[in-house]
């Protein structure tokens, strides 16, 4: 007898299902975009429908530094040799500090580095150093490639190493790759094992090492770029170099005044209180350097939300291991928005003489403010809830003896890592080590690394026996559910879905989940997206519009986002304006005006960041979409001619001429790109699409295999080239290239369904089985399932 065959339930295609259309809104695909930190334009078009939710309430308020009486005319910058008369310790304190030397002029006093005539032989590049009379000057290869002479302009840093900023004409200050190690008193390279050249993005003569834009901003006080897009020059200025007082407190010449006249002026004459009983205001007073973080413009505004000038990252796995750890160079506010400290109302400098930069007090003495045999903060602003009656600095606690590692607090609550070759950072997320969690999320310990090998496994074991009588840790816990969620296991959507529930959750988290969002689309993720709308965190409701941007098309966005049109925040305000531009004049109704004043303030972003290949491919973008198609041609080779290495305006390039009947044109453009960078993966895979277009299949698949090779991490590569093997008939290797691609990037939603539709096809429906049930445990809520 003839066994049943087993019924293979099919998700319905894009093409068939509106499911699909709605939850997964298409980018129009001859648009190639990378725009400057996450920025996105969705360009597409697609079938409006009605909302599945209501529009969100009105946007919660949060308390933001409070600005001075409008009466009371700007401040101005002042000489800060002013301040030193009144704020006597605190100058002394700042007077030496790495704050004071951040930069100065390259002077015989200021130099460290030895320029005796000697030579640093890097890996690709030989670097010279010497000095002409009182000048200090180096001898390397320059953006062409060839040897040359340039001088030194200013210092930048004293410890653990100091780094150099060189003159290269028109204002542009760039920041050379190889430093000096104040320690072992070498010069060493930053990049070590790179093979950086002068063909190398990280090469000190390339926009990446722009100092101007890069740099400058965070060691000196006053800063602007002033850079002059028609001439392509920069005619950067400051008030002073080095961090000083108006760097953080802000232009000081009311403050002057009040001291005259001992008027009533808020905060003495200053646009904000330092001291505010609200931690945010001092914290996002340092995160403006100390956060990784793109600018929204030219310098920033004294009493603003930080995400009023600047647009800080989420957690990213580029940036943090998966329980929040450092691991790109991140600086310290990312890691302490996670920390329990920062939710009660720790601020950076409970911890730190801000004017010193040194600890307030040594050894443990910092965190034994809060964490002691009282069971209570000394700390008037802190939240001391929760707070246990322990001896922390004990051999019980520490399991560690005085004296040795291990025995402070940092060693184990604050591991680190070195950055810039020498520079040792200690993570601020303040963290409980646990080896035998570590190991199963691959993500680093205090434990394991002091204890590296074999005896690792001893101190898992014995870490298991000290914490066996530890109160059980939270359930479900964010790196738990991170693992899930990024490696596509099953109950990944679940555990997303019940991670953004949680009323606890820090901000950065909820953004940095709200980013992943739409990996697993389902009515109850745009429940949850929307219910953010009006979280209090700027970074939260920046993070769930983009996560709605990605699941509807705009018509359909278009209700829940227009609230944020009026977003207290520039960066959401920005960024929701961006994602209705497809819209604009049809679906916004009598929100047309702040939608227009909206777009109006990213446009100005745009241009305030003339400097960047990025910005002038965004501005680009935004003619395109709003009909100023004239201009569109010729930011795409402005973007160019700031960066000649930045693909994207490339390939954009090409796709805009060959759009427009410049067929000859585009070919050309993208062989001369090709030429000039044989590595690059988004040309060879630009390249293989042209081909498709032009029937030579043959080619083109030579070309999109290349982009595959020379990028295997890419998924869009990987599946532009699984789809076209299957169009040429090889279905079997089609398969072949979505398992591997599957397998490095399980969440790949579009190589999922593809390889479910191409077994089928191959009559190889036991695997289809398979792979739709897994689908089914990762997110049974997909609408393609239904």
């Given at each position: 007898?003839?066994?049943?065959t087993?019924k293979?339930v099919k998700?319905a295609?894009d093409s068939?299902?509106p ?6 809104y298409?980018?129009?695909a ?8 996450g920025?996105?334009?969705f ?9 599945l939710?209501?529009?969100p ?7 933001a530094?409070a600005?001075?009486p409008?009466r009371?005319p ?5 000489d800060?040799?002013?301040?030193q ?19 100065q002029?390259a002077?015989a ?5 030895d320029?005796d005539n ?18 200090f000057?180096v ?6 490639g060839k040897?040359a002479?340039?001088k030194?302009?200013?210092t ?8 150099y900023?060189?003159?290269v ?14 320690e072992k ?18 090469h000190?003569?390339?926009p ?5 834009f890069?740099?400058?901003e965070?060691?000196?006080t ?5 850079f002059d897009?028609a001439?392509n ?5 400051w008030?002073s170099?080095?961090v000083g007082c108006?760097?953080?407190h ?10 005259a006249?001992?008027?009533d002026?808020i ?7 330092l001291?505010d009983?609200?931690?945010t ?15 929204l413009?030219?310098?920033?505004t ?21 329980d ?6 991140v600086f310290e506010?990312?890691?302490?928005a ?6 009660k109302?720790?601020r ?7 004017h010193?930069n040194q600890l307030k007090?040594?050894?443990n003495?910092?965190?034994l403010?809060c964490h002691?045999t ?5 700390v ?9 009656a322990?001896n ?6 520490t399991?560690?003896a005085p004296?040795q ?10 591991p680190?890592k070195?950055?810039?070759?020498n ?7 303040f963290?409980i080590?646990?080896p ?6 691959g993500?680093?310990?205090a ?20 914490s066996?009588?530890s109160?059980?840790l ?5 790196d738990?559910?991170?693992w899930l969620?990024r490696?596509g ?6 555990a997303?879905y019940q991670?953004?529930?949680r009323?606890n959750?820090p901000?950065?988290?909820?953004a940095t989940l709200?980013?992943?969002l ?6 109850q ?7 953010d709308?009006t ?9 769930a519009?983009?996560?709605i941007?990605?699941?509807?098309p705009?018509?359909e966005r278009a209700?829940?986002l227009?609230p944020?049109?009026k ?5 959401v ?5 961006r994602d ?6 049809t679906a ?9 004043s909206?777009?109006a303030e990213?446009?100005?972003?745009q ?9 002038n491919?965004?501005?680009?973008m935004?003619y ?5 198609t004239t ?8 973007a160019?001619?700031?960066?000649p ?14 759009a ?5 044109e ?19 895979h ?5 081909l498709i277009?032009?029937g030579?299949k043959t080619?083109?698949?030579?070309s ?10 890419s998924g ?7 789809v076209a093997?299957h ?20 969440t ?12 089928l096809?191959n ?13 089914k ?9 239904k």
């Amino acid at each position: 007898m003839r066994k049943p065959t087993k019924k293979v339930v099919k998700p319905a295609p894009d093409s068939r299902s509106p499911s699909l259309t709605r939850y997964f809104y298409p980018v129009a695909a001859t648009v190639l975009l990378l725009v400057l930190a996450g920025l996105w334009f969705f360009l597409g078009s697609s079938k409006p429908m009605p909302p599945l939710v209501p529009a969100p309430a009105p946007i919660a308020k949060v308390a933001a530094p409070a600005a001075l009486p409008a009466r009371q005319p700007p401040a101005t910058l002042v000489d800060e040799q002013q301040c030193q008369g009144c704020h006597q310790q605190q100058a002394q304190d700042w007077q030496g500090s790495h704050h004071q030397l951040a930069m100065q002029p390259a002077t015989a006093d200021t130099m460290l580095g030895d320029f005796d005539n000697v030579s640093f032989k890097g890996e690709t590049e030989t670097t010279r150093f010497l000095r002409k009379g009182n000048e200090f000057w180096v001898n390397t290869p320059g953006i062409d490639g060839k040897p040359a002479d340039f001088k030194v302009a200013y210092t930048f840093g004293i410890a653990p190493l100091q780094q150099y900023l060189i003159e290269v004409g028109e204002g542009r200050l760039q920041a050379l790759g190889v430093a000096w190690d104040t320690e072992k008193q070498r010069w060493f390279h930053l990049y070590p094992g790179q093979g950086v050249n002068f063909k190398n993005p990280l090469h000190w003569s390339k926009p990446s090492q722009n100092a101007n834009f890069m740099c400058v901003e965070c060691h000196t006080t006053g800063y602007k770029r002033n850079f002059d897009a028609a001439t392509n020059t920069f005619n950067s200025q400051w008030n002073s170099l080095g961090v000083g007082c108006q760097a953080c407190h802000g232009p000081a010449s009311n403050h002057l005044e009040w001291t005259a006249k001992k008027t009533d002026l808020i905060h003495a004459g200053f646009a904000v209180d330092l001291k505010d009983k609200n931690a945010t205001v001092e914290i996002e007073t340092c995160a403006r350097c100390h956060a990784r973080r793109a600018p929204l413009g030219d310098g920033y505004t004294v009493g603003k939300r930080l995400m009023d000038d600047y647009l800080p990252s989420v957690l990213t796995r580029e940036l943090y291991a998966l329980d929040g750890k450092i691991k790109d160079e991140v600086f310290e506010h990312g890691s302490f928005a996670q920390s329990k400290m920062f939710d009660k109302g720790v601020r950076c400098s409970n911890c730190h003489n801000p004017h010193s930069n040194q600890l307030k007090a040594p050894g443990n003495g910092v965190c034994l403010q809060c964490h002691n045999t009282a069971g209570k903060t000394a700390v008037e602003t802190v939240d001391g809830r929760g707070l246990q009656a322990k001896n922390y600095d004990s051999l019980e606690h520490t399991r560690h003896a005085p004296g040795q590692p291990g025995s402070q607090c940092i060693d184990c609550h604050m591991p680190g890592k070195f950055y810039m070759g020498n520079d040792f950072r200690h993570d601020h997320s303040f963290s409980i080590p646990n080896p035998e969690r570590a190991k199963k999320l691959g993500t680093p310990d205090a434990c394991l690394t002091c204890h590296q090998g074999k005896a690792g496994d001893k101190v898992t074991e014995q870490f298991k026996l000290w914490s066996a009588n530890s109160l059980p840790l939270e359930a479900p816990r964010y790196d738990d559910s991170l693992w899930l969620i990024r490696s596509g296991q099953p109950g990944a959507a679940d555990a997303l879905y019940q991670q953004l529930q949680r009323s606890n959750l820090p901000a950065i988290q909820r953004a940095t989940l709200l980013a992943e969002l739409p990996l697993y689309p389902s009515e109850q993720a745009l429940k949850l997206a929307t219910k953010d709308l009006t979280h209090p965190a700027p970074q939260v409701r920046d993070l769930a519009a983009r996560a709605i941007s990605a699941f509807l098309p705009p018509a359909e966005r278009a209700p829940l986002l227009i609230p944020l049109l009026k977003d207290p925040v520039k960066a959401v305000r920005i960024g929701v304006a961006r994602d209705l531009l497809s819209v604009a004049g049809t679906a916004l109704g009598n929100a047309e005006a702040d939608w227009d004043s909206a777009i109006a303030e990213y446009e100005a972003v745009q241009n305030s960041l003339g400097e960047r290949a990025e910005a002038n491919l965004n501005l680009a973008m935004l003619y395109q979409a709003s009909g100023r198609t004239t201009l569109v041609e010729p930011s795409l080779r402005t973007a160019l001619l700031r960066d000649p290495d930045f693909y994207p305006a490339l390939v954009t390039l090409v796709q805009w001429l060959g759009a427009n009947g410049r067929a000859d044109e585009a070919k050309a453009v993208l062989d001369q790109g090709l030429q000039a960078h044989p590595d690059a993966a988004l040309l060879h895979h630009t390249q293989g699409l042209a081909l498709i277009r032009s029937g030579n299949k043959t080619q083109a698949l030579a070309s999109l295999r290349k982009a595959t090779e020379l990028e295997p991490q890419s998924g869009q590569f990987g599946y532009v080239y699984a789809v076209a093997l299957h169009d040429a008939g090889h279905v079997d290797q089609a398969c072949q290239q979505l398992e591997a691609l599957l397998k490095v990037q399980p969440t790949n939603r579009n190589a999922r369904l593809s390889l479910i539709q191409f077994y089928l096809e191959n009559g190889q429906e036991p695997k289809a089985q398979v792979l739709l049930q897994g689908w089914k445990k990762m997110n049974m809520g997909d609408p393609a399932l239904k």
